[in-house]
């Protein structure tokens, strides 16, 4: 991936943290930012890219940030994993708006993400209790959104 005269050779990082799983994702919008983010976070808990994609799900959050956004969008992994035994093997399409309500900023996401069912086929080696406020950080500079998290194991 290149922006401007910065080239990034990976979608996401993972930082070291004392208690917990902490990650840097990187995109060339909010989208992609937010899309890498969610990859790793499953990638502490299996290898997305074994996941055969034969099921899809959709997502709809709201937030009136983007911190909050992105824990949202983030937590309805998990969701899907508990309630719905998901594994998620890639994010298909994803679109962040920004809209007004009541006089405030407001925005939605909507994305579509491909993934399989549990099953023995596939290793699980760790488990995301939550995602956290925690030290996030999301921003862009010089075209290129970079996007911190933490999450408790």
């Known amino acids: 991936m ?3 005269d910065l080239t990034i050779d990976k979608k996401y990082e993972f930082l070291s943290h004392l208690a917990d799983a902490k990650f840097r994702a990187y995109g ?3 989208e992609e930012v937010l899309a890498n983010a969610a990859l ?9 890219e074994q996941i055969r994609p034969t099921r899809k799900e959709a997502i709809k959050v709201e937030a009136s940030s983007l911190e909050q956004l992105t824990v949202k969008f983030l937590t309805e992994f998990l969701y899907l994993l508990d ?4 594994l998620l093997a890639k994010v298909e399409s994803i679109k962040v708006e920004e809209a007004q309500k009541d006089g405030r900023k407001l925005y939605r996401l909507e994305a579509e993400v491909a993934g399989d069912n549990i099953s023995p086929e596939y290793e699980i080696y760790g488990l995301v209790k939550a995602v956290t406020y925690n030290e996030m950080k999301i ?3 010089d075209g290129l959104w970079v996007l ?3 999450v408790d194991m």
């Open 83 to 86: 309630v719905k035994s998901f």
């Open 40 to 48: 790793a976070m499953v990638s502490l808990m299996w290898e997305a």
């Open 2 to 4: 290149r922006t401007g």
């Open 148 to 150: 911190e998290v933490v």
């Open 28 to 30: 060339r919008s909010l």
């Open 139 to 141: 921003e862009k500079t």
